[in-house]
């Protein structure tokens, strides 16, 4: 079992950045893949980026170069670095992790998840 907890949104303007944190609980929080997912007003949640235990990333195409994944685990903690942000990155981010071994990363494939935290771009 794993618990999750994100900080680091809040309200900016087009073109600033943010850095969101993970928090996770447990003692095992290297073993497990770590996913960023994302929902917008009136959208699906969508998959953002996504670190495995052994440091692969993977990232939607609409995030390619701006998003930046990584861990600490020594701080069990795992962060999603936004550049540019745009209108459009306006969503709720959610954290997600799973120790199964995946071949991909949507949004079924996470079994612990965090409660979310608010990013709002405004142009």
């Known amino acids: 079992q794993v618990q999750l907890v994100e900080s680091g949104g809040g309200l900016v303007q087009a073109g600033a950045s943010l850095k969101l944190s993970c928090a996770a609980s447990g003692r095992t929080f290297s073993l497990y893949t770590m996913g960023w997912l994302r929902q917008a007003p009136g959208k699906e949640r969508e998959f953002v980026a996504v670190?495995?235990?052994?440091?692969?990333?993977y990232y939607a195409d609409s995030v390619k170069g701006r998003f930046t994944i990584s861990r600490d685990n020594a701080k069990n903690t795992a962060y999603l670095q936004i550049n540019s942000l745009e209108p459009q990155d306006t969503a709720v981010y959610y954290c997600?992790?799973?120790?199964?071994?995946?071949?991909?990363?949507?949004?079924?494939?996470?079994?612990?998840w965090g409660q979310g935290t608010q990013v709002t771009v405004s142009s």
């Open positions: 997600a992790a799973t120790r199964a071994i995946r071949s991909s990363w949507g949004v079924n494939e996470y079994d612990y």
């Open positions: 670190i495995t235990w052994s440091g692969n990333t």
